[in-house]
């Protein structure tokens, strides 16, 4: 069934509904930055995995002073149990000995006659275990890797680990008025989608394996939308009703099926979301930031139904200054968030990218537009 002038809501919804998890790969722990896990990841050990001082100093026991009986450096076996009235020389990472009381920082520590004395914390020793118990969870299923979660799954042990395949696209630029190179010739235009949209998937976790450019003729798109073999095709221009915009013609030939056909937005309202033989497309306008909606609306959501990521909830912005709205449908809108809010940038016409290269995201201009002090929606960009 197709949603016809989809809310922008309904779209983003029928999008992520679209998706299905791919399938997982093992991949070794230091290439999985922005990843998403494909298994629950839990600790292979205790961290720390021995008691073991948090500073450079003097592990003690008993009553002060503590006459020196050896040292101790990071890496070395667990030393032989203090007894009462002695200390050895510790480096920041080593195993502190057994019956230890606490660390004296060397700052605080002075010799008096062959003995240590000075202020013992026992708050510079970090306990076997005090971070996390072998077997506890570190991760999810869906969840993102940042660098700080690669150093704890590693120290926790772990080498490589399962996360999900990055959904492959087919791009294919539709548009005989295109330049590919240099400043373009008279009555054409230089190709802004080519390159920036593989960068944008890549930035929600895609990865685009073909760029095709495709010329304004209905048997070139059949073709090419026949031979595609990516999880997801997507396709720039031609999603208009005008005499060379051929896309919903050929989706028709090809047996594709429309999901959704159109959204109430602007810019990117002639956006469509469709299937061909159960593989997904995304057809997103020729207008360069018209596409980037596009982007943000149905295929930002797909991929990250794809990965298993979850969708994140809405976040919301005060508008610093009014912002004019549509009688029929929402707009978003290019800015970013200052202190005061939501500043909306300019030159953001659908054909512009001055004002979305010096934004962050986009704020939900309700129907009828947002008074200054309005709450909105937020999305920002990846």
């Given at each position: 069934m197709t949603l016809h002038e989809a809310t922008w809501t309904q779209a983003?919804?029928?999008?992520?509904?679209?998706?299905?998890?791919?399938?997982?790969?093992?991949?070794?722990?230091?290439?999985?930055?922005?990843?998403v896990s494909a298994a629950p990841i839990?600790?292979?050990?205790?961290?720390?995995?021995?008691?073991?001082?948090?500073?450079?100093?003097?592990?003690?026991?008993?009553?002060?002073?503590?006459?020196?009986v050896g040292s101790v450096n990071a890496g070395d076996a667990t030393p032989a149990p203090l007894?009462?009235?002695?200390?050895?020389?510790?480096?920041?990472?080593?195993?502190?000995?057994?019956?230890?009381?606490?660390?004296?920082r060397i700052e605080h520590a002075s010799i008096v006659g062959g003995c240590?004395?000075?202020?013992?914390?026992?708050?510079?020793?970090?306990?076997?275990?005090?971070?996390?118990?072998?077997?506890?969870?570190?991760?999810?299923?869906?969840?993102?890797?940042s660098p700080a979660l690669i150093?704890?799954?590693?120290?926790?042990?772990?080498?490589?680990?399962?996360v999900t395949s990055k959904p492959r696209v087919n791009l294919l630029v539709?548009?005989?008025?295109?330049?590919?190179?240099?400043?373009?010739?008279?009555?054409?235009?230089?190709?802004?989608?080519?390159?920036?949209?593989?960068?944008?998937?890549?930035?929600?976790?895609?990865?685009?394996?073909?760029?095709?450019?495709?010329?304004?003729?209905?048997?070139?798109?059949?073709?090419?939308?026949?031979?595609?073999?990516?999880?997801v095709v997507i396709t720039t221009g031609g999603t208009a009703a005008g005499p060379r915009d051929h896309l919903r013609a050929a989706l028709t030939k090809v047996g594709g099926q429309v999901v959704v056909d159109e959204v109430m937005v602007r810019p990117g309202h002639p956006m469509l979301l469709a299937t061909i033989g159960g593989r997904p497309l995304v057809a997103l306008p020729g207008n360069p930031q018209a596409a980037v909606v596009a982007l943000l609306t149905l295929a930002l959501p797909l991929i990250d139904a794809m990965l298993g990521r979850p969708t994140a909830p809405p976040e919301?912005?005060?508008?610093?200054?009014?912002?004019?709205?549509?009688?029929?449908?929402?707009?978003?809108?290019?800015?970013?968030?200052?202190?005061?809010?939501?500043?909306?940038?300019?030159h953001s016409g659908p054909a512009m990218m001055r004002g979305l290269a010096s934004s962050?995201?986009?704020?939900?201009?309700?129907?009828?537009?947002?008074?200054a002090g309005d709450r909105v929606t937020w999305l920002a960009l990846p």
């Open positions: 983003r919804d029928s999008a992520h509904r679209l998706g299905h998890r791919l399938d997982s790969e093992l991949v070794p722990i230091a290439q999985v930055d922005r990843r839990n600790a292979l050990t205790d961290l720390p995995g021995f008691t073991a001082s948090a500073m450079d100093g003097w592990a003690v026991r008993g009553p002060e002073p503590w006459t020196i007894e009462s009235g002695t200390c050895v020389r510790i480096a920041t990472g080593g195993p502190v000995p057994l019956g230890a009381d606490g660390i004296v240590v004395v000075g202020p013992a914390r026992a708050e510079d020793v970090r306990l076997a275990g005090e971070e996390c118990r072998k077997g506890d969870l570190l991760a999810d299923r869906g969840t993102t890797f150093g704890l799954v590693a120290a926790a042990g772990h080498d490589v680990v399962a539709l548009g005989d008025e295109l330049d590919r190179t240099g400043v373009p010739r008279a009555g054409r235009v230089r190709d802004a989608l080519g390159p920036q949209v593989p960068a944008w998937l890549h930035r929600a976790g895609a990865e685009v394996t073909t760029l095709s450019n495709v010329p304004d003729l209905l048997d070139s798109l059949c073709a090419e939308l026949a031979r595609a073999t990516a999880d919301h912005t005060r508008i610093v200054d009014p912002v004019g709205g549509l009688e029929d449908r929402e707009r978003l809108v290019p800015g970013r968030i200052t202190e005061a809010g939501f500043e909306s940038a300019a962050s995201g986009y704020a939900l201009i309700p129907i009828g537009g947002a008074a």
